[in-house]
């Protein structure tokens, strides 16, 4: 061939695409859609009954639209357990993955985006009121060995339990079927553009080992290989770390800056008396909202997003609607995405009583105005009564408008230095030319 004709030939190949922009992404402390809006993450967990065979709850499509439609969430924690998907070592259970990627699906079709959360609580099924890890990740001795308290989290410290978390955490082997466990689910998962990111492991337990020490180190590891697996299905999966359970108590996380990017902290926001039954006292409110002004330090220097993957309460206990209107105002304040425990049936933490109908008074905390997408940089939100309020800076080089997302109902708004249009079920807000900052005010008529 004259080089000639190959200079032609090699002038006529047109230049390769740039690929796509990633659908989501994390900068300057938030998630940001394709548009560059800051995205804001409420919902809820769906749910608690995924921890127990069958491993799935009764959600169906209409659960879905109902959280979209009436209660004006954008996105789903949902639950997964590796027990139900390697019950046996190196054998999937494809039935539970096919199911569990059909809900995915039921909750995206509804215009939800989902994150899956591998779920444990006391290690896993071989301990009676534990759940997570299959029963062939540790010795059957400290299974026989357990002798359960009555407040769930206090087994944590049970010598049988500390023995398998101790073994899990030595074992390069176990991690890597954890690493592959998540490799054969996401795989599945990828062809739905909905399913946006996974929580590699609910409130890990530090067994002997310092919390700070392994999250430093072995956690961080294991987050490292579990976003490599998954990114090999979707190179934009957001990955929402959560440092270990000792957050819950206060305890400073230990985990490092994640070179690779995409990372969501995901740590979980409750009440300690409440949690122990006690009630909320109103007077720890301001307590809570500096927990989670800490939380949303710890993702600021860590250069990520901060979406509080669990907070929620008894809807019998004392103070119940005090305590999840805090939680609102302290997300409001750490511009930080919450997601409710849970959206299941039941006489406890439950959305729904065991009949089926919502119960008032989390529904009045949880299906609240807030600020889904923002064309700049998100300030703070608070809802006082009626009145939804909400700040940001414009950022004139995002086309696409901000969007305040709705439960059901009228609702007016009002804009400083923006305008603002309720309709169907959003308020769209675009800032006037040369806007510095734009206040936008919502009113449940
Ligand atoms: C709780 C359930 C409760 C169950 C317990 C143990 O509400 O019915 O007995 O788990 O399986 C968490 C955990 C989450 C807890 C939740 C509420 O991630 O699994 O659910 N919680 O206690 N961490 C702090 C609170």
Request: proline share 7%.
């Amino acid at each position: 061939m004259s080089r000639l004709l190959l200079l032609l030939l090699v002038s006529c190949v047109p230049p390769p695409e740039p690929p796509p922009a990633p659908a989501f992404s994390v900068a300057r402390g938030f998630i940001r859609d394709r548009e560059g809006r800051a995205l804001i993450l409420r919902g809820a967990n769906v749910s608690g009954h995924h921890k127990q065979p069958p491993y799935l709850d009764f959600h169906a499509a209409d659960d879905f639209a109902r959280m979209r439609t009436e209660w004006g969430m954008n996105s789903v924690r949902f639950l997964v357990s590796w027990a139900g998907l390697e019950p046996v070592r190196d054998t999937y259970d494809d039935v539970y993955a096919d199911e569990v990627v059909r809900r995915v699906k039921l909750a995206t079709d509804a215009g939800l985006l989902v994150f899956v959360d591998m779920h444990q609580d006391l290690y896993g099924v071989g301990f009676a009121g534990g759940n997570g890890m299959p029963r062939w990740t540790c010795d059957e001795a400290n299974y026989a060995n357990y002798r359960p308290n009555p407040l769930w989290f206090l087994n944590y410290t049970s010598a049988p339990v500390t023995a398998c978390f101790d073994a899990f955490w030595k074992s390069r082997d176990l991690q890597g079927k954890l690493v592959a466990a998540w490799s054969h689910l996401a795989e599945r998962l990828a062809g739905n553009p909905g399913w946006i990111g996974f929580d590699p492991l609910n409130e890990p337990y530090w067994g002997s080992i310092p919390p700070d020490v392994l999250e430093a180190n072995r956690l961080a590891s294991l987050y490292r290989d579990i976003i490599a697996a998954v990114r090999v299905h979707r190179a934009d999966a957001l990955a929402f770390l959560e440092p270990t359970g000792s957050r819950n108590l206060g305890v400073p996380t230990g985990l490092p800056t994640f070179a690779e990017g995409g990372i969501v902290y995901a740590p979980h926001s409750y009440d300690g008396d409440a949690e122990q039954g006690l009630g909320f006292d109103p007077a720890r409110r301001q307590l809570l909202i500096d927990e989670v002004a800490e939380l949303r330090a710890e993702a600021d220097a860590r250069g990520a997003a901060l979406v509080l993957g669990e907070y929620g309460g008894m809807a019998a206990n004392p103070g119940i609607g005090e305590y999840m209107d805090a939680e609102y105002a302290a997300a409001g304040q750490a511009r930080a995405g919450a997601m409710y425990w849970d959206y299941s049936k039941n006489d406890g933490y439950g959305l729904l009583a065991a009949d089926g109908s919502p119960k008032p008074v989390l529904l009045a905390a949880v299906a609240r105005p807030y600020p889904e997408r923002i064309a700049g940089e998100p300030g703070a939100w608070s809802m006082d009564g009626a009145t939804f309020r909400f700040t940001f800076t414009p950022d004139f080089t995002v086309k696409a408008p901000t969007l305040i997302a709705l439960p059901a109902g009228t609702f007016t708004a009002t804009c400083e230095t923006c305008t603002a249009t309720v309709q169907g079920g959003q308020v769209e807000v675009v800032a006037a030319a040369g806007a510095q900052s734009c206040s936008v005010t919502v009113t449940r008529e």
